[in-house]
């Protein structure tokens, strides 16, 4: 067999990418019926351009003619870098924040490698609130950990006390994920406290005080007033991992960074570890460009209201046609339960939704059988005209 025989099954299992899959039939299905009949809501691909501040800066860096501007910095990145994000999560966290306490990535997504690289031991285990982003899976997998899912609250907030029945010995770290993809729920100040909580009395009944992981690219977007609970001040052992692909509109970018509390016990030995890790998982630095991009620009102005607007358009179309939602705090995902017709079976809603040119991601693939995903960072035209097939697909199971 020339491939692993881990990644044979898994990438060909049905539940495998589904979120890749369906934006990819999107792009088949536009060719066929034209854009403007295909309702893609597939793929949490940001549509609001970066801000004009973002773009002026990345114009006036990129033409910059210094010797050595594009060569390699310190694994962790330039210190003016690591100094402005520590600097952008004092000022969310609510605490001095060090530079040494930051070390720049490669997206969200590859700050959450090289910090489970650093953490995990084989067999350790990591907790996560269900439903929860997909890659997460993989990404414990790729270094010998086994991903624990742990039920949410039937209104998607936080179930502690389910949390503290799944910690062991192996527990090494719970992951969360706040606004949360794909339910939009922020989890409140007062049950990551009571989290912190659960975790300080395991450390001291175990010896062993797993890691409080908070991934947030979502941070900057939420809605009516609501906030994202700020870790540090609650739990020494947290660490935030982040990225500017949803906050800055820059996906395709692939910058962000990781910042372990400064009241983290081993916080020197941790940080050591995740600047080693980038380096040997091939990484070697977060990109050079754009670093200098968002050490200038992390607070750039962005208008979220325009998801805002969707949200709201997005929940008037699926009220009219019966569908039952979760509605959204933060993020750009609306999380729906599947009809009682399909018997909880999300895949085969998804089909049936493409027959109606609508792209949904299913939710198996999130830990969330028997619901689906809807990603409105679209544009308003496009939810606006998915009314009608909406209501049609809705209306032919009855």
């Known amino acids: 067999m020339p491939i692993s025989a881990y990644i044979q099954e898994t990438m060909n299992s049905k539940g495998s990418g589904v979120i890749r899959k369906m934006f990819e039939e999107g792009v088949r299905l536009k060719a066929l019926h ?43 990145g330039y210190p003016f870098a690591r100094k402005a994000m520590a600097d952008k999560t004092a000022a969310e966290q609510g605490v001095p924040v060090p530079a040494d306490c930051v070390v720049m990535s490669v997206g969200a997504a590859g700050a959450l490698n090289s910090l489970l690289k650093a953490i995990l031991n084989e067999g350790d285990t990591v907790l996560v609130p269900a439903p929860f982003f997909a890659e997460y899976r993989h990404y414990v997998h790729n270094f010998g950990g086994t991903l624990v899912e742990v039920p949410t609250k039937e209104d998607f907030s936080l179930d502690v006390e389910a949390i503290r029945r799944a910690l062991s010995k192996k527990t090494a770290a719970v992951l969360i994920n706040s606004p949360n993809n794909p339910t939009g729920r922020v989890y409140s100040t007062e049950d990551i ?26 941070r900057a977007i939420t809605y009516d007033g609501v906030q994202v609970a700020a870790a540090f001040p609650l739990y020494p052992s947290s660490v935030v991992v982040t990225s500017f692909a949803k906050n800055l509109s820059l996906p395709g970018e692939r910058i962000g960074y990781i910042c ?39 607070n750039a102005e962005a208008d979220y209201s325009l998801y805002k607007k969707r949200r709201d358009e997005l929940v008037s179309i699926l009220d009219e046609a019966g569908i039952v939602h979760a509605c959204p705090e933060g993020a750009f995902y609306m999380w729906c339960k599947v009809p009682d017709a399909f018997n909880g079976d999300d895949m085969a809603f998804a089909d049936y ?46």
């Open 34 to 76: 034209g854009e403007d009949k295909v309702f893609d809501f597939s793929l949490g691909n940001p549509d609001i351009d970066p801000p004009e501040a973002v773009l002026q800066a990345v114009s006036r860096i990129a033409a910059c003619r210094e010797k050595n501007f594009h060569g390699y910095m310190p694994n962790a």
């Open 193 to 218: 406290a009571r989290l912190a909580a659960v975790l300080q009395e395991h450390a001291a009944s175990c010896g062993r005080a797993p890691y409080l992981i908070c991934d947030e690219p979502y």
């Open 260 to 298: 372990v509390n400064p009241q983290c016990p081993d916080k020197d030995e941790l940080v050591a570890a995740c600047i080693f890790t980038t380096r040997i998982l091939g990484y070697v630095n977060a990109p050079a460009l754009f670093q200098r991009v968002v050490a200038e620009c992390w």
């Open 353 to 398: 939704l493409k027959k109606y040119l609508i792209l949904a991601a299913p939710g198996s693939g999130f830990g969330g059988k028997g619901w689906f995903r809807l990603a409105y960072c679209v544009s308003e035209q496009s939810i606006v005209n998915s009314r009608t097939a909406f209501r049609q697909a809705m209306a032919d199971l009855k």
